[in-house]
């Protein structure tokens, strides 16, 4: 009995940690805004060269064409369709969430430090961290990826929330 007392008290300790921290209050007119984004699906785009850190890399806008990745998840599992692509450098890739949400696109192991770094200056905008997107929460959002100034070779990607069911794709740039 004592034990499950003592369960209890650490349940209720857990769970008043994760209560979050308290929000600082908006104005009407962000907070309007805000509702008004939540309802029309989003389409992130890269936003225009800037540099990435002190001097080094500016993102390179794409200058081919788009190619269309659907981020799918449903009953026939979690996927990118299609989930090997081949374009060339310059072209980019539009991954737009379809269904089963929230993705997003990370890429992994890009051992050579210059695409690296080039590939990561041309994901633009709020990333969840070095070469991995936000994520996206509304079917018919996308996010646009330039492969411009990439170099030639294999950059394999993964959903970080779904890579244990296999959610993964490689991108061949020519």
Known sequence: MRFNGIALLAS???LGACGGEKKPATDTAAANAAAASATTPATMTPAPAAPVAAGSVTAAP???ATHEVKMIGDATGYKFDPANITIKQGDAIKFVMASGGPHNVAFLNVTDAAASAQLDA???G???GPLSS???MQPNESYVVSFGKVPAGKY???CTPHAAMNMK???TVQ
């Open 156 to 158: 394999d990607f993964t």
């Open 169 to 171: 794709g490689q991108v």
């Open 126 to 128: 709020a990333k969840m």
């Open 122 to 124: 041309n994901m633009a």
């Open 12 to 14: 209720a300790a857990v």
């Open 62 to 64: 794409a200058t081919g």
């Open 134 to 136: 936000p994520m996206l």
